[in-house]
């Protein structure tokens, strides 16, 4: 079983990141997280990973730029995706040890974690891509959304609720609503412990509704498969039962990741590393030890 992690700084292209790192030995893993969440909520999933497999390996998760205690940028054309891939090569340069670095992405996450890989297969030796935001980008001209939804996504993160009176109060506020609801309780702690700051009268979101609105629009800048266009590590793709990934841009990734497994997290949604950490620790885990062993 892996040991509790420790706060730690890294500063890299200008901002400063905030991330958790558990100690050890072999090619470290950098976890990313979704929008709107946090490093905090990978601890679940990786203690699982630990004990199946994983355990002694070097592990940071990072809080992305505007998330947690990472730097916030005040311009929306900072929360362009292809800022988030440049913030995976860089902090995967700056943990990566002689074997390289081994990616794990949520969602927005996975999705930059993809473009790294295809930057740098000479840094990153594989991904793990749990239910990644995978898209084709809008025709010119084109009023539709970069991916299904992010227009009113986007709508959504503005109206939420920001603040509230205390950490008790956030949590039976948050807990009623989906996403939080289907979370695991471990998840969910873990989401409120880093998640919320302190503030003179209550708690409030550390990722602001702006920026998460700011985050979803800017997807459409990112040439994800002009980006990705052959991906020559070995991934594995973790998809949800209830998947938010669309089966012709699954079928694309195939064609670009000639290393490519696909396992099925049961009864889980486009949320599944914060439903069921364990099931996806424990795939993580696995995978984690087949690369580390040589026979990724």
Known sequence: MGSGPSETQIDVGGMRFRALEWLGAGPPVLLLHATSFCADVWGPAWLAACDAGASGRRALAADARGHGRTSAPLEACEYAWPRFADD????????????GVILVGHSSGGSAA????????????????????????PLAGS???????????????RRRRASFQSR??????????????????????AF????????????????????????????SALDLWGEAAEISVPVLLLRAEHTAIPEPQASQLRSRAKRLQIQEVGAATHFAPLEQP??????????????????G
């Open 88 to 99: 995976a090569v860089a902090l995967a340069e700056a943990c990566a040890g002689p074997e």
């Open 192 to 219: 409120l412990a880093g998640g919320l700051a302190p503030r003179e009268d209550g708690v409030e979101l550390r990722c602001s509704p702006e920026v998460e609105a700011w985050t979803y629009e800017g997807a």
């Open 114 to 137: 993809l473009v790294a890989a295809a930057r740098r297969p000479d840094l990153v030796r594989a991904v793990v891509a749990v239910e990644p935001v995978l898209f084709d980008p």
């Open 143 to 157: 009023e539709l959304d970069s991916f299904a939804g992010s227009r009113g996504m986007a709508e959504r993160a």
């Open 278 to 295: 364990e099931e996806v620790g424990r795939a993580i885990g696995q995978f984690v030890r087949t690369v580390a062993a040589g026979a």
């Open 168 to 189: 008790e109060e956030a949590r039976e506020a948050l807990v009623r609503r989906f996403p939080y609801s289907g979370f695991a309780a471990t998840s969910f702690d």
